[in-house]
């Protein structure tokens, strides 16, 4: 049974750094792109950010580049999400999810998804 569960949300000032865990089970980890997705409230679930299975690799949207980064630790299972200068707009439910050898920002190419993590940024 394949499980990803993320980690690291909570309530934060704007302007502060979070970081964000994805650990995996159940699956081959390295055989598999990982990407980051959030959803705020009465709004559509939105691309973040992507790292390929080798973690050689990124992708961001427009939005989060230069602020955020993604790696993973194939040795671990777990992939990342570092969030630096965080700002109210932020504020969302964060999901990561798992591309078989892929690296994308098509959420229809992702199979497996985890239960997401709440991130609330105040002004």
């Known amino acids: 049974q394949v499980q990803l569960v993320e980690s690291g949300g909570g309530l934060v000032q704007a302007g502060v750094s979070l970081r964000l865990s994805c650990a995996a089970s159940?699956?081959?980890?390295?055989?598999?792109?990982m990407g980051w997705f959030r959803q705020a409230p009465g709004k559509e679930r939105e691309f973040v950010a992507a790292?390929?299975?080798?973690?050689?690799?990124?992708y961001y949207a427009d939005s989060v580049k230069g602020r955020f980064t993604t790696s993973r630790d194939n040795a671990k299972n777990t992939a990342y999400l570092q969030m630096n200068s965080l700002k109210p707009e932020d504020t969302a439910v964060y999901y990561c999810?798992?591309?078989?050898?892929?690296?994308?920002?098509?959420?229809?190419?992702?199979?497996?998804w985890g239960q997401g993590t709440q991130v609330t940024v105040s002004s």
């Open positions: 790292i390929n299975w080798r973690g050689t690799r990124t």
């Open positions: 999810a798992a591309a078989h050898l892929t690296l994308t920002d098509n959420e229809n190419a992702y199979y497996y």
């Open positions: 159940g699956l081959t980890f390295n055989n598999y792109g």
